[in-house]
Every structure is written in structure tokens, then in C-alpha cells.
């Protein structure tokens, strides 16, 4: 009887072995003639291609794409492939996916304010974002020192390209040919700027205006403005608080939330007021995090926002 049991064990052993030996072999059969089944394609050139061209070359060959990532590419346009995987050239079987890397364009950054440095300042500025120096033109200034920046293009906070240039202009010191510049009045009272103007045998007009910029009976504006060539005959005009002016700014907070993304940002934020530009926040922080900077400003004002050097909105404060 064991020995009965013992033999149908065997034969129903080797019956399973020779049936998943079949098995195996005829499944493999099966998927190679599958494969088989799919004709070959030659693989298109992707490269110099937008994404909804690329779509449309592919689905003529019945392969698929995927976006593999993005790169920065100064040459290249925004959304433009850069290349593929596999080359162009090869055949593969239809339903292949191609992958592919897309141009982001050229990296853009923000422009530093290089008003007031030296050369040798101004372009180590520069350099560090990326930047170099481009022409760079002189004038006469008896407001600045031989050698300081007086003007930028393009102006500070505004966005460029990577590699891109920025011609400045630079002090050349103060005339040597007798030539008669118009000085930094603003600041000083109205006596002290018509002293000057009245010196200098000048036509002078004071006007008083209401202002948040500068105390009762202190110049805040002036026409021409600081450096410019004062011409035989010219008016002088100074711009002077009358008595309800006050120079006060109210100190707020500025709140903003950084917006959903992967990974951390870098966020810049520039109050914009009757001032000038400054920055209020510059800093490296993760989506959803909420940043509070206390603020002082005059008149109408606004916060121009930053995500990674590229300006995505402003926003007004209330005065």
C-alpha cells in the first residue's frame, strides 16, 4: 500500500514538473512573439523642438515622450527640448518612451543697486550674481567722488538674464573747467539753498509744499537736480515743507506667505515708496511659510515680490 501511495506521489510530481517546464517555455513563447508582433520605428529628432511638436512627431511614429526635467539654457529657448533618450537615429519598437530635458531659458536674476560704490565694488557685485560690468561712461559730479556710480542701466530691481551686462555711469570728480553743477540742496533748510543760489547770482524760486518727506521750511525737491550743468540764465527751484508737512512714517508689518512648491524658495521683497527702492526681506525660506517684516514708509507705497530672483506680483500698502 505505501509502496502504491509512494508511486503516485512520483508520477504526479513529475507530471507537475513537466507541466510548469511546458508552462514556463510556452509563456515565454508567448511574450516573444508578442514583442515580436510590434514593428520597429526609427526615432525622430526631438532636439530644437517644442513639447506640442514633439507630441505630434511622436504620435506619427506610436511612441510615447516624457519630460524627464528642466535645465537652464542661456541659447535655447523657454520650452524647447534640449535633448532625448534614446538619440535620434535608432530604431526601437512602437510604444517606445522617449524622454526628454526641456529648456527653462536663460536663468534670470535681479539687478543690484550699485548706486554710490566704487568700480571695484560694483563689480564684484556683479560677479557674484552672475553679472559683468558693460560700457562705462564718465561725468562730472561735485556730489560724488571720482570713481562712485552715479547711474546704472539697467536700473536697480529689475530682472535680466543671467550673463547679461550693465553699463554704468561714473563719477569723473568735479569739473576742472570752471563749469557750474547744481548741488545736493535736499536736506538743507530753504535759507541755506537760496543763500547758495543767491551767491551764485542765480534766479531762485521757493515753493512750499505739503509733504511727508521732510519737516516744516526744509528743501525735499529741487530742479535741476543734483549734478546737473547749471546754463547762463537758468531758475533754480527748491521745493520746501510748509508748516503742515511732517516727515513721520508709521511703522506696519508686511506679511506674505510663501507659495506652494517643492523645495525651499528664495524670496526677496523691495518696498517701493516716495523714497526709492529698498530691500525689506532677502532670504531662503519652504512653500506655506508665513514672513512678518515691520515697514516704514512714506506716502504710496508698495512691496514688490521676488520668488527666486524672477518678480511674480506687487502688492499696494495702504498709506
Partial sequence: MIKKIFGFCIKTFIILAILAVAGYYGFNILMSAFVQEKAETLVPDLQGKSLTECLEILSQSKLALIKDGEEFNQD???????????????????????????????????????????IRAATISLRSLGLVLGELTKRSSIKYEEGIVLEQDPAAGSTIEKDSSINVLVSN????????????QIGKTAEEAKKWAIEENLEVEVIAQKTSLANPGFVFKQKPEADKKIDDGSKIIFYVADEESALVSEEKTFEYIVPEGKGSKRVRLV????????????????????????????????VKIFINNISIEEKELKA
Avoid: H
Avoid at 535655447?76 to 519598437?93: F, L, T
Avoid at 530635458?101 to 535681479?110: A, F, R
Avoid at 570728480?173 to 545736493?184: H, Q, S, V, W
Avoid at 526681506?281 to 517684516?293: A, L
Fill in 271 to 302: 518696498l517701493s515708496d516716495e523714497n526709492g527702492e529698498k530691500d525689506i526681506f532677502n532670504g531662503v525660506r519652504e512653500s506655506k511659510t508665513k514672513i512678518s517684516v515691520p515697514v516704514k514708509y512714506n506716502g504710496k507705497a508698495k
Fill in 173 to 184: 570728480g568735479a569739473p576742472a573747467d570752471g563749469t557750474l553743477l547744481m548741488p545736493d
Fill in 76 to 118: 535655447i529657448p523657454e520650452g524647447v527640448v534640449i535633448r532625448q533618450i534614446p538619440p535620434a537615429g535608432i530604431n526601437v519598437k512602437e510604444g517606445k518612451v522617449i524622454r526628454i530635458t526641456v529648456s527653462q531659458g536663460g536663468e534670470i536674476v535681479y539687478v543690484p543697486d550699485l548706486k554710490g560704490q566704487t
